[in-house]
Nanobody, 123 residues
Framework: QVQLAESGGGLVQPGGSLRLSCAVS????????MGWFRQAPGKEREFVSA????????WYTDSVKGRFTISRDNVRNTVLLQMNSLKPEDTAVYYC????????????????WGQGTQVTVSS
């Protein structure tokens, strides 16, 4: 079982930036798909972005393309989500998740989840 620890959330004004970090332990980091999901109040959790730790292949949901960048550090066993040009609609609890392979956009593909970190975009 892999353990995930997120950090980096907070309050930011529209147009601002935040960087989320997810530290991974307890599993071979180089053979994972790492995903970021988010859940806004009153809404279902949704896919945001994912990356394969081996090749660095990335995916993004359309609403964050060009604004968010996912990356991984295979030395520190960490996955980062750089979020720029933030909008109020980005406000949500953001979750880091780990899986072995498969459909990166589906929650069912991931068997380990972090506790979540709050991101609030407001003036």
């Amino acid at each position: 079982q892999v353990q995930l620890a997120e950090s980096g959330g907070g309050l930011v004004q529209p147009g601002g930036s935040l960087r989320l970090s997810c530290a991974v332990s307890g599993r071979t980091f180089s053979r994972l798909i790492m995903g970021w999901f988010r859940q806004a109040p009153g809404k279902e959790r949704e896919f945001v972005s994912a990356i394969t730790t081996s090749s660095g292949t990335t995916w993004y949901t359309d609403s964050v393309k060009g604004r968010f960048t996912i990356s991984r550090d295979n030395v520190r066993n960490t996955v980062l989500l750089q979020m720029n040009s933030l909008k109020p609609e980005d406000t949500a609890v953001y979750y880091c998740a780990a899986g072995a392979s498969g459909y990166y956009w589906s929650e069912s593909n991931y068997d380990s989840w972090g506790q979540g970190t709050q991101v609030t975009v407001s003036s």
